[in-house]
Structure formats: structure tokens, C-alpha cells
């Protein structure tokens, strides 16, 4: 899996390079949230019943969830550019064929491609980068890296409702198109090759077995709710298979010479910091960008104004990279990250205080503050993550990084979506024990339902129903506060240290 340095790029296309891996990367990444919102169009134009149209979510995220670590492999053997390329003219292609689908089952094979050629294009994009640029430019690369990774699926909803609004859904995926087309041939031209190793030894029983649990798990965290959890024969078996799949694999790893998984990743206290900080930076990011729609949606907002409503975290969130990549190498990066969990820890606060009679402005300040929260932790994981590893592991790295961001988002929306229900449940229960005809608040406040007719409790239950839904979203956002908080510790795990001779990365104070 070890790779060898690049040839250098020539510093006058170092601008263009990023824009150009940069706008494959978007186009990736975008994918992963812009076909959310045009779900029931999609659901209405196949034929579709509600559990079969997921299935054009979870086959993209599983199938690129399985590819992401063959990343290194296929590298060291075809060289990046290759696969850079292949990546990029497969991405571009499935996504035509997505929007000319004509049955679900055509749509589900097509986000599979999707998935299995875009897996590689977010860990290259991040190599190219630290690679072209020298490293006291490194927090600026990352920087810019961090903005299209993280602004991306914030803006995803706000165009694909645009486009499913004023278009038609399939737009979203014909979109990539010009995009693809550019990227391509700006890639062709400017970006430089890697090194290939002739003969590099594929651990395909590490793989098997890597991928058998990684696959299983997406599935479980994808129908879990749907299928109740472990209610479910199916979500018990899923999580046997990721269980003994896991097991195998790392048993494997530790025993065999050269494991699929090179453990000297392992080995670096900064990289498994700095992928536990990413795993729950993902998981709050996500699961915030899965419960605000529906919340706002269920306060009667159009589809077009929640979308415009993240606008204002992802604006703040690109600004703190951009920051945070000029004060990395200043500034100590743990107290860089430190900020980020308060800050984000303070608009979850902020959200707990959402409410039926509340305006936009809540949402836009809280919004705000979190995308400064998001931002600060960004940019300083990427470069701590990533700042010792020696160059022959970055490719590698960055695929693994890249991996535990996607894992942590899909574990973030899961538990987010199953604690709603539940305590929509347990709110719902509470507040049903109150509804009676001797609670004479009740009776004053529902004094304009005839209390006596069917309809008028069909309008009490409607009304108990909402406020059990929004007691449990405010539950959830409390959630999500409280694991910011415990997070900080954490901090313990990560060493400010120069970076080592020959490591690309940037010096670390």
C-alpha cells in the first residue's frame, strides 16, 4: 500500500490544480446530500413505495463506504492521475445514466456506480493538495479542502430543492455533467502523476472481509429505524455479519506480514486523534443537516427557504476555515479545536431554545454560530490528522480519514433519527396523560376544538403529535450539545510535535 513521492507540481499551477480537484471533490461530496430532498419525486416518478426508494441513498453510501480504503492500493499500482481520471470520468457517467434511469432498479445499479468511482475522489483530491504545496502552505490547502468538504452538503438541499422545484429531480444528478466534463480535461492537462509500483501486494483477504463489515454496518445504520433495530431479523443478522467481519479483519491485520491496512497508521498518535475528532465533528454536522429540514418543515417553512436556511452556517463555516488555515502553525492547533467544540457546543444550546412562535432569526444566529464551531474543528483535524504521517502513507491516510468522516456521518444521522422516534414516543405517552376531560387547562386552551366529535380530537391528537415532535428534536440538539462537551477531553489524545523529516506536512507547534 506504501506509494512514492510525486513529481512536484509546477508552482504556477498549483491555483489551478486545486480549483480543479477541488471542483471533483465538490461534485462527490454534493452527491451524498443534493438527491435528499427530490426522494419523493423520485419515489412519485419510479413507482416507487417509501422503503424501496432509500435504497438510492444506501447504495451509494455503501458502495463508496467499500471502495474508499482500496484508495491506496489502486494508486500504488496505476498511479494517481490514472485514478484520478477513471474516478472522475466514472463519476461523471453514472451520474448520466442516474438521471436517465427509467425504473428503481436501473437508479440503485447507477448510485452503486456512483459510489464504487467516486469513493477515491475525496482522499485524492486531499493528497494532490498536500502534495503540490510546499508545507507552510499546508493549513491554506487544507483551508480551501475544508470548505468544499464541508460546505458541500450544506448547500446540497438548498440546490437539489432548487432544481427538483423549478426542473425536475433528475437534474440533480445531471448537474455533474459540465462539471464532470471540466474536470477531466483540467485534470488531463495540469495534474501531475505518481510513481507506480509494478507489483504492489493486494491484501484481498483483508479487503473481503474490511469490506464485508463496512458494507453490513452502512446497512444496519440505513434500515436500522425502518426495520425497529434489533426488533428486526434483518438489522440482528447485519450486525452479526459487521461483528464477525470485523473480527476477522483485524485478527488478520495483526497476524499477517503486509495487512490490507498498513498499521503504522496506527501508530500515530495524531492520526487516530485526529479521526476520532472527525468522527464526531461528522456525526454532529450530519445529524444537524438530517433534523433541521424536517423541523422546519414541520413549522410550515417552504422547501426553498430551509434550504436557503443553511445557507448562513455554511458561509460562517467556510469564513473559520479560511481562518483557521492562516493560524495553523501560530496558533496551538488544540486550542483551535477546543473553540470549535464550545462554539458548536453553544448553537446547540442555542437551538434547544427553538420553539413553534419563533421567527428565522434563531435559527439564522444559531445556524451562524455553528458554522464557526464546525469551521474551527475542521480545518485544524485535517492538518493534526495528517501532519506526522510519513509521505508513503499519506495516499493511505487520507483514505482512511476520509472513510471515518463518511462512517461518522451516517452514525451521527442514525442516532440522531432513531432517538427522535423514540422520544417522540415517550413525549407523546407523557403528554397523553394530561388529556382528560378534568384538566381544566386543556379545556381552556382547546376550548375552539369541538372536544365532542371525531375531528376535534383527530385535531387534539394532531396537536399532542406536534408537541411531542418538537420536545424530541430540542432532546436531540440537548444530545448532541452534551457529546461536544464530552468530547474536550479528548483533546488529551493529541500532541503538538514538529512534523518529522520528510513528511509533507505542515510543522505543528
Known amino acids: 500500500m506504501d506509494q512514492a513521492s510525486p513529481r512536484a507540481a509546477a508552482p504556477a499551477n498549483r491555483s489551478l490544480i486545486t480549483a480543479l480537484v477541488m471542483l471533483a471533490t465538490i461534485m462527490q461530496v454534493l452527491d451524498t446530500t443534493i438527491a435528499n430532498v427530490a426522494l419523493p419525486y423520485m419515489q412519485g416518478g419510479l413507482a416507487a413505495a417509501q422503503d424501496q426508494i432509500a435504497w438510492v441513498l444506501t447504495s451509494y453510501i455503501v458502495a463508496a463506504a467499500i471502495m474508499t480504503p482500496m484508495t491506496g492500493w489502486l494508486v500504488a499500482r496505476f498511479g494517481r492521475k490514472r485514478i484520478f481520471l477513471c474516478s472522475v470520468a466514472g463519476f461523471t457517467l453514472a451520474s448520466l445514466l442516474c438521471g436517465a434511469a427509467g425504473s428503481l432498479a436501473e437508479i440503485v445499479l447507477f448510485r452503486i456506480l456512483q459510489g464504487v468511482f467516486g469513493a477515491a475522489l475525496v482522499?485524492?483530491?486531499?493528497?494532490?493538495?498536500?502534495?503540490?504545496?510546499?508545507?507552510?502552505?499546508?493549513?491554506?490547502?487544507m483551508a480551501v479542502w475544508g470548505t468544499g468538504i464541508m460546505a458541500a452538503p450544506i448547500l446540497g438541499p438548498t440546490l437539489g430543492g432548487w432544481l427538483t422545484q423549478n426542473y425536475d429531480w433528475r437534474w440533480v444528478f445531471?448537474?455533474?455533467?459540465?462539471?464532470?466534463?471540466?474536470?477531466?480535461?483540467?485534470?488531463?492537462?495540469?495534474?501531475?502523476?505518481?510513481?507506480?509500483?509494478?507489483?504492489?501486494?493486494?491484501?484481498?483477504?483483508?479487503?473481503?472481509?474490511?469490506?464485508?463489515?463496512?458494507?453490513?454496518?452502512?446497512?444496519?445504520?440505513?434500515?436500522?429505524?425502518?426495520?425497529?433495530?434489533f426488533g428486526s431479523s434483518e438489522i440482528v443478522i447485519e450486525a452479526a455479519i459487521a461483528a464477525l467481519g470485523l473480527w476477522i479483519f483485524v485478527f488478520h491485520t495483526l497476524t499477517?506480514?503486509?495487512?490490507?491496512?498498513?498499521?503504522?497508521?496506527?501508530?500515530?498518535?495524531?492520526f487516530v486523534g485526529g479521526n476520532v475528532f472527525m468522527f464526531i465533528t461528522s456525526a454532529i454536522m450530519y445529524a444537524s443537516l438530517a433534523l433541521l429540514p424536517p423541523l422546519l418543515t414541520m413549522l410550515d417553512y417552504p422547501i426553498v427557504t430551509t434550504g436557503l436556511l443553511q445557507v448562513p452556517r455554511g458561509l460562517t463555516m467556510m469564513a473559520a476555515i479560511m481562518l483557521v488555515g492562516k493560524l495553523t502553525g501560530r496558533v496551538d492547533f488544540r486550542i483551535l479545536l477546543a473553540a470549535g467544540l464550545a462554539a458548536t457546543g453553544a448553537s446547540l444550546w442555542m437551538m434547544t431554545g427553538f420553539s413553534p412562535e419563533m421567527d428565522m432569526r434563531p435559527v439564522i444566529v444559531s445556524g451562524l454560530v455553528q458554522g464557526l464551531g464546525l469551521g474551527l474543528l475542521y480545518g485544524p483535524i485535517n492538518v493534526a490528522?495528517?501532519?506526522?504521517?510519513?509521505?508513503?502513507?499519506?495516499?493511505?491516510?487520507?483514505?482512511?480519514?476520509?472513510?471515518?468522516?463518511?462512517?461518522?456521518?451516517?452514525?451521527?444521522?442514525?442516532?440522531?433519527?432513531?432517538?427522535?422516534?423514540?422520544?417522540i414516543q415517550i413525549a407523546h405517552a407523557s403528554l397523553a396523560q394530561d388529556v382528560t376531560p378534568y384538566n381544566q387547562a386543556l379545556q381552556h386552551h382547546a376550548g375552539l376544538l369541538p372536544m365532542t366529535s371525531d375531528s376535534g380530537l383527530a385535531a387534539l391528537d394532531r396537536l399532542v403529535n406536534f408537541q411531542a415532535s418538537m420536545i424530541s428534536y430540542l432532546?436531540?440538539?440537548?444530545?448532541?450539545?452534551?457529546?461536544?462537551?464530552?468530547?474536550?477531553?479528548?483533546?488529551?489524545?493529541?500532541?503538538?510535535?514538529?512534523?518529522?523529516?520528510?513528511?509533507p506536512a505542515i510543522a505543528m507547534d
Open 123 to 141: 482522499p485524492l483530491s486531499q493528497a494532490v493538495l498536500l502534495d503540490i504545496n510546499p508545507p507552510e502552505k499546508h493549513g491554506s490547502a
Open 256 to 270: 499477517t506480514e503486509r495487512p490490507f491496512l498498513n498499521t503504522a497508521l496506527l501508530k500515530d498518535r495524531n
Open 385 to 423: 490528522a495528517l501532519a506526522t504521517l510519513p509521505q508513503r502513507l499519506l495516499t493511505e491516510g487520507t483514505a482512511v480519514y476520509s472513510l471515518v468522516r463518511n462512517i461518522g456521518g451516517s452514525v451521527g444521522i442514525s442516532v440522531a433519527e432513531t432517538l427522535l422516534a423514540r422520544n
Open 174 to 229: 445531471y448537474i455533474n455533467l459540465p462539471l464532470g466534463v471540466i474536470a477531466f480535461l483540467g485534470i488531463l492537462a495540469f495534474v501531475p502523476e505518481t510513481e507506480i509500483e509494478r507489483r504492489p501486494r493486494f491484501d484481498l483477504f483483508g479487503f473481503a472481509f474490511l469490506s464485508l463489515a463496512i458494507g453490513a454496518f452502512q446497512m444496519l445504520l440505513d434500515r436500522g429505524e425502518q426495520k425497529d433495530w
Open 475 to 503: 432532546d436531540d440538539f440537548k444530545f448532541m450539545m452534551i457529546v461536544c462537551l464530552l468530547a474536550l477531553p479528548l483533546l488529551l489524545l493529541m500532541r503538538a510535535a514538529r512534523r518529522p523529516a520528510g513528511n
